[in-house]
């Protein structure tokens, strides 16, 4: 393998990296909100039933952006794969609307098991709290 070769896997690798740090980073906050929202609900003398829900749309904002790095990730890594394997033409390239046929669509990733629970967990403890709130309980 050439070194220019193995310097171009080197720049896919760290966009990987990159795009797996911000995912995570993502889940840190949403994670972090959610907590913030609810301990302010739970906190405050007369809580109102706005302050969940306006905990949730951040939360699907978080959802989809996740899912979006997950998907930039997983074409960052069929383009690795091509890389290693030599079946890429120009060097340094870092495009990777070829593989977009390959790789799962946004909305589908954000559906997936390793996504969904995630956040399917803190909307449903911020509906939980909502509904607690409007005394539907």
Do not use: C
């Amino acid at each position: 393998m050439k070194e220019s070769e193995i310097a171009h896997l080197g720049m896919i690798q760290d966009v990987v990296s990159r795009m797996a740090s911000n995912s995570f980073a993502l889940k840190a906050l949403a994670m972090t909100l959610a907590s913030a929202v609810l301990a302010f609900s739970g906190s405050v003398d007369e809580p109102k039933w706005m302050y969940p829900l306006a905990g949730m749309l951040p939360q699907l904002v978080f959802w989809y952006l996740d899912a979006k790095y997950l998907r930039l990730e997983r074409l960052y890594r069929r383009l690795y794969d091509e890389v290693r394997a030599g079946q890429l033409s120009s060097s340094f390239s870092m495009e990777t609307s070829a593989f977009k046929s390959e790789v799962s669509s946004t909305i589908r990733i954000a559906f997936s098991w390793s996504v969904l629970w995630f956040y399917l967990f803190i909307q449903s403890a911020l509906l939980l709290s909502f509904m607690a709130l409007l005394d539907w309980f």
